[in-house]
């Protein structure tokens, strides 16, 4: 890389290694997401885009789900993206780096919203997206100015932004690599959610021609969306509909439970390829929902919404989360039973998680209810906080129990048969959960918690 300071020529090169850290579930040696499950992440690869070319540095992606970080990594700068439960791991990988002399730079979801505990551990953080800031920290890096921190300004724009390097990363790998986004962010405010506390909730958004330009340069005939709300703007959401209904394709994605609540956006959306949708569903109990401020969902429609996507051809992945201030033991049962009723196509189920940061947290925090801040355990599977109206060792049981329960081999039949569509596909997502619903245990890591014992069996569950 040639640059001028002072009238002299500076030329060198540079090496960049950007790295994904494992968490206890997502690794692979032993870790529950198998590659059946898991699809290629876009940060890194966004980043690798975003270097400039008149760099010419070499950068390499090395993603702890899928391999080993080498031991003799030979590079002039580090990039990590931190989530709160790989958080431990990049402060270990960090420590060793900066022992070689080799700089390390964080950046994440953590990071922006818990800067004060990355900071230390790192030479450089960035707080929020990096499309402007990555850039300008690599510039500062190369004179020896790097600052201690970089924060997003108010006005990005995600217009004109170069392609994600999908090549960098071995697509043997993974389930896909065509994985895209056209927004990022959303306009509610759950009170779990780590999104508005840590980027707000004003959707970024990418033009709808270079969404479509970045699919059609791949053809692929399976996309998947990675927007935590693709409809949280409802006229951008039918303008990228109407874009993606030439392209004959089938795409998955996530979306709130109020698309059921507008007919043409619903059918606009199954007409343009939507084949599969992640829901919150959250809980049953309409006091949770109220609590965590997601009073829109109506535990009364969740019927409603399975049957319409059904209608549509559109498979569901409801995800609920125990452990919320209104769940009592008796609430995993009745959500597993519930979900097997509606025939819900993939029901997901999660330990509620005070992510740092978030309203929940420190409503939680307040309360003196934080057990632990191993941030390892913050990966919504674990229990980090005293439940209101059950013990540690109840909501892990349960929260297992209605894993085991829905994914038994005659929970499995009566929703793909009640559902009846895409059933081959949802034959192999449904096994790859079961593989998930009987090794969950194995990965538990609560010694913490006095006088835990074993997760229960199902059918000791309905028993119960």
Not at 78 to 102: C, D, E, Q
Not at 196 to 205: D, H, K, R
Not at 277 to 296: A, C, H, Q, V, Y
């Amino acid at each position: 890389y040639s640059l001028f300071k002072n009238n002299k020529k500076i030329s060198f090169e540079m090496k960049i290694a950007l790295i994904s850290p494992k968490g206890p579930l997502y690794h692979h040696r032993g870790g529950i997401f198998k590659k059946s499950l898991r699809y290629t992440p876009l940060t890194l690869t966004t980043l690798a885009s975003l270097v400039p070319e008149s760099m010419k540095a070499e950068i390499k992606i090395y993603d702890e789900g899928i391999e080993d970080i080498p031991d003799n990594l030979d590079v002039d700068l580090v990039g990590m993206t931190v989530i709160t439960g790989s958080a431990p791991r990049a402060y270990h990988l960090s420590k060793k780096f900066r022992k070689k002399g080799i700089p390390v730079v964080f950046g994440g979801p953590h990071v922006t919203l818990a800067p004060e505990d990355a900071a230390p551990h790192a030479d450089s953080i960035v707080q929020g997206y990096a499309e402007d800031i990555w850039p300008e920290l690599l510039n500062d890096f190369i004179f020896n100015k790097l600052k201690p921190a970089y924060i997003q300004a108010p006005d990005l724009s995600l217009a004109d932004r170069p392609f994600p390097r999908r090549d960098m990363l071995d697509a043997k790998k993974f389930l896909t690599t065509h994985v895209f986004e056209a927004t990022r962010g959303c306009i509610h405010r759950c009170d779990f959610c780590v999104v508005p506390f840590a980027w707000g909730t004003t959707p970024y958004q990418k033009p709808v021609d270079q969404i479509v330009a970045d699919i059609k340069q791949h053809w692929a005939k399976r996309i998947i969306f990675i927007d935590l709300n693709i409809i949280a703007d409802k006229d951008y959401a039918a303008e990228l509909f109407e874009a993606l209904i030439p392209l004959n394709l089938k795409w998955y994605g996530l979306s709130t439970t109020l698309l059921i609540k507008d007919k043409q956006l619903l059918k606009l959306a199954a007409e343009s390829g939507c084949a599969g949708l992640l829901m919150g569903f959250e809980s049953i109990t309409p006091d949770n929902l109220k609590t965590s401020r997601k009073g829109f969902n109506s535990p009364e429609d969740y019927g409603d919404v399975t049957s319409s996507l059904h209608e549509h051809n559109i498979t569901l992945q409801a995800c609920f989360t125990f452990g919320m201030d209104h769940d009592t033991p008796d609430i995993f049962l009745e959500t597993a039973k519930m979900a097997i009723k509606m025939n819900i196509d993939l029901p997901r189920f999660a330990i509620v998680t005070p992510f740092p940061g978030t309203s929940l947290y420190h409503r939680i925090e307040s309360e003196e209810r934080i057990t632990t801040r191993d941030w390892e355990l913050y990966d919504g599977q674990h229990v980090v906080f005293q439940p209101r109206n059950m013990t540690p060792e109840e909501l892990l049981i349960g929260h297992e129990s209605a894993w085991k329960y829905t994914y038994s081999f005659s929970g499995i039949w009566k929703r793909i048969l009640g559902s009846g569509i895409q059933i081959p596909i949802s034959i192999l997502a449904n096994m790859g959960y079961r593989f998930y619903a009987n090794h969950l245990h194995s990965y538990y890591n609560c010694d913490w918690i006095t006088g835990f014992k074993p997760p229960i069996s199902p059918k000791k569950a309905e028993a119960a």
